[in-house]
């Protein structure tokens, strides 16, 4: 598996169509989670926020977000149009990125660590 220094390298090594779609996924999570710390995890790009708030990585048909079980479990029914996990979203490369619904989750996942005491 290929390591990456940080979130803008992995972005960049990824196909170019699939380039816009990371960043759009990005953007929204920083927007809606600005205290989070950017990292690598692995191997994937990841938010931390006292300890892992969310993931996302490209595939060649989608875009995975992975928000833990509990993001998933909260929109279970706004996620009936894709497919989806105990733990993991697929959004569609050929379908709009649901950027509105990302936000809910992200900002749903702040919520529930900002109750947990911060990692050293």
């Known amino acids: ?18 380039r816009p ?3 759009k ?11 989070a710390e950017e990292t690598i995890s ?6 931390k926020l006292n300890g892992a ?3 996302f990585a490209a595939f060649k ?3 995975g977000f992975y928000p833990t079980s509990s993001g998933v479990a909260a929109f ?4 009936s149009p ?3 996990a105990k733990g993991s979203i697929q959004f569609p490369l050929d379908r709009p990125l649901p950027v509105a619904l990302i936000g809910k989750i992200t900002r749903f996942r702040v919520k529930e660590n900002q109750g947990r005491k911060p990692k050293k």
């Open 25 to 35: 996924m990005k953007r929204t999570i920083k927007k809606c989670a600005p205290k």
């Open 82 to 84: 894709y497919k989806h």
């Open 53 to 55: 708030l969310v993931y």
């Open 21 to 23: 779609l990371l960043e």
């Open 1 to 18: 598996m290929k390591q990456y220094a940080n979130v803008g390298e992995y972005i960049q090594c990824q196909p170019a169509e699939v």
């Open 61 to 63: 048909r989608h875009i």
């Open 76 to 79: 279970k029914k706004e996620l």
């Open 42 to 47: 692995y191997g994937i790009p990841a938010f």
